[in-house]
């Protein structure tokens, strides 16, 4: 006798005192899938869940864009109840835009300009 065998103790060649579950298969009737739940009895257990259709993602329905328009700005600036815009280039929709075109540090800025400041 070795000592794993004195360490582990006696084997036993009956399985009468082992338990056991049933193995879990995948439902073939796609009626739902087994999850933790109340059974009948009250008791907590394995109950069965239905399948819930599954919903393609619908996206909302998309806004007419607002045309906007490149400024650029010399300073920093907050305008109550119009925004704010950053020293540089900035893209605002054409309502807000026409607002900041009023004062005399903004003035409106070309596309190619605006791509030549972001290297493109």
């Excluded at 073939?28 to 239905?50: F, M, N, P, Y």
């Amino acid at each position: 006798m070795s000592e794993n065998d004195a360490w582990n103790g006696p084997v036993s060649d009956s399985h009468a005192d082992l338990i056991t579950a049933k193995a879990t298969k995948k439902r073939s009737d796609g009626d739902g899938t087994d999850t933790v739940g109340t059974i009948e009895t009250g008791a907590i257990g394995v109950a069965k869940s239905t399948a819930k259709p599954k919903t393609t993602k619908s996206s909302a329905p998309k806004k007419d864009k607002e045309p906007t328009v490149a400024l650029h700005s010399t300073r920093n600036v907050v305008w109550e109840g119009v925004g704010k815009i950053d020293k540089g280039y900035n893209i605002l929709p054409k309502a807000q835009a026409e607002k900041w075109l009023t004062r005399s540090h903004v003035r409106e800025a070309t596309p190619e300009e605006v791509a030549r400041e972001y290297g493109k």
